[in-house]
């Protein structure tokens, strides 16, 4: 009875976590760990659990690679790249998402792609802006070439970092930073290949999208405890 219970229960949190994250009610960050506090608060989690997973080289893995994104976003090197990005595509869209496949791709897998789909959305909108294309028919590009890089190494999304870590915790051998690049590059250049040819002809075409940002890169980052905070002291005022 107790492990059924432990289930329901799980399965509440995660559902409760799902509804949460869809309405944006709070900070994803702390919605996740408040969901983490609740099981441990049930007794589903205990020390030991919470301790597997700071003893796991994957989260530290990947928390290495936001360092190293971040680290290379600051240098200016995807700046640069991405700036390079309008003087190469023109203003064509098939050139355009054919320059943006030989951008992102090698990088997403080099680094996590989620620094690289940041840095390129604001330069995609003004690209949009200033050429007159709709920034709709680069948007969806973007992310799924990013991912598609993501596929070709080890280092490229945090969930190949995840999967090799329960490998090793199951006692199989870690995998090698190259040991997935041959079926990754297979599935990066025909998904490349599918999106340049089929694809960008079943992509919205919309002209209020390019509206959404302005052409400066005005990202904003704060902690989920600064915007509870704020959310608090403006509730109390």
């Known amino acids: 009875m107790e492990g059924s219970a432990h289930m ?3 399965f509440a949190v995660l559902l409760g976590v799902f509804v949460v994250f869809a309405k944006e009610w709070l900070p994803n960050d702390l919605v996740a760990l408040s969901g983490m506090l609740l099981l441990v608060i049930c007794g589903i989690l205990d020390e030991n659990d919470l301790g597997k997973v700071f003893s796991n080289s994957a989260p530290m893995t990947i928390g290495a690679m936001f360092i190293l994104g971040e680290a290379l976003t600051r240098t200016g090197t995807v700046d640069w790249i991405a700036h390079r990005f309008e003087k190469w595509a023109g203003k064509s869209i098939p050139r355009a998402i054919l ?4 951008i992102v791709m090698p990088m997403s897998a080099v680094m996590n792609n989620t620094p690289v789909v940041i840095v390129f959305l604001p330069v995609l909108m003004a690209f949009a802006r200033s050429t007159g294309l709709k920034a709709s028919k680069l948007l969806i590009p973007l992310s799924f070439l990013s991912i598609l890089g993501g596929t070709i190494t080890l280092i490229g999304t945090s969930t190949n970092l995840l999967v090799s870590g329960l490998s090793k915790q199951q006692g199989q051998p870690a995998f090698g930073i190259f040991e997935i690049s041959g079926l990754g590059a297979i599935y990066a250049v025909i998904g490349a290949l599918y999106i340049y040819f089929i694809g960008r002809h079943l992509l919205p075409d919309r002209d209020t999208v390019s509206s959404l940002l302005d052409a ?4 904003k980052f704060s902690s989920a405890w600064k ?3 704020d959310q608090i002291w403006s509730t109390a005022v």
């Open 216 to 219: 400066e890169d005005t990202r």
């Open 99 to 102: 320059i943006l496949a030989l």
């Open 227 to 229: 915007s509870l905070r």
């Open 8 to 10: 329901l229960i799980t």
